[in-house]
Structure formats: C-alpha cells, structure tokens
C-alpha cells in the first residue's frame, strides 16, 4: 500500500499543475530550471522581434505552450 501512495505523485502533470508551477517565472532559464526540456519546442527567427520559441509540455490532461520572446516567456495557451 506504500507504494502505491508513494508512485502516485510521479506521473504526468496536469495543465494546472504545469501553470501553477510556473506562474511568476520570467525567463526560459528558470522555465527550464523549473520544468526540464520542453517536450516539443520550435524556432523562428522574425525580422523585428529575432528569435521566437514555442516550448510545449505535454499534460495528463492536454498541453501548455509557453512562447519565448528574446528568453523571456508567456502562457501562450493550455489546450487539449
């Protein structure tokens, strides 16, 4: 019965869990601190803002996109 109490708590987050953890975080460094590699990420360059970064983490429940401008991050979407 321990162990079962015990592995319940290291499966997937859930949206919530993944905007709770990371509310307040300003940058990619501390959302990577935070929330380890991306699970799927994308690039591309635009002339007047450089560098723009999709980093998606992938829930029990659907997905959190965070978009990257010049490392600083915003809550793009939670989605199915």
């Not at 983490?57 to 010049?70: A, L, M, Q």
Request: glycine content about 8%.
């Amino acid at each position: 019965m321990v162990a079962v109490v015990a592995l319940s708590g290291c499966g997937t987050p859930s949206k919530q869990d993944v905007i709770d953890k990371t509310q307040g975080l300003k940058n990619k460094t501390q959302l990577r601190d935070t929330m380890g590699k991306p699970d799927e990420f994308s690039t591309v360059e635009m002339p007047l803002l450089g560098s723009v970064e999709e980093w998606t983490y992938k829930c029990s429940d659907g997905e959190v996109v965070f978009e990257i401008v010049n490392s600083k991050i915003k809550l793009k979407m939670a989605g199915k």
